[in-house]
């Protein structure tokens, strides 16, 4: 289940800068895109050297234990369709472009719930025009029909997320 989504605004290893070598959860990339790796040796020695990016990876992960709480939230209290329309917004959010590379499988897998509630959510979606869905593609037909179809744990993390990088600028 999908706690928490990072894109050009994040980063992964959040454990390194709290001080810790390992960690028990699981990256996962679920579209393609670029990023920039460094190995934990070289990270720990430049978080040493540069307090200001010690500081932003910090605040960084603070913004991303908000998301990961307000997501555990939202997958509790809120329905599929509420779940499948913010989790699409947050990974537009990301990848920046209208279509986002996602299959009914993977999507299932993320909302933590089966294959066949994110096909009927998927298909209230479409059908009122929000998204297309083609086999293994979801095109953003409707951002602001979608935002309304979304719970407001959507608007929440993003609030949250600005003020962020607001705070980080």
Excluded at 78 to 90: G, K, P, S, T, Y
Aim: charged share 20%; with cysteine.
């Amino acid at each position: 289940m999908e706690v928490g989504l990072t894109g050009v605004e994040g980063y992964v290893g959040l454990p390194l800068v709290a001080g810790f070598k390992s960690s028990s959860t699981r990256v996962i990339m679920q579209i393609g895109g670029s990023g920039f790796k460094i190995s934990a040796k070289d990270l720990v020695r430049l978080l040493r050297e540069c307090p200001v990016l010690e500081r932003s990876l910090q605040q960084c992960s603070q913004s991303m234990a908000l998301q990961s709480t307000q997501v555990a939230a939202c997958n509790r209290l809120h329905d599929v369709n509420q779940r499948l329309a913010r989790w699409l917004l947050m990974s537009q959010d990301r990848v920046g472009g209208d279509v986002v590379g996602l299959t009914q499988e993977f999507l299932a897998h993320m909302l933590g719930t089966r294959r066949a509630s994110v096909t009927v959510a998927a298909g209230v979606l479409q059908k009122a025009g929000l998204i297309g869905y083609t086999r293994g593609q979801v095109t953003i037909n409707d951002r602001a029909g979608l935002e309304s179809a979304t719970c407001e744990c959507y608007a929440s993390i993003n609030r949250q997320s600005k003020l962020w990088q607001n705070e980080s600028a």
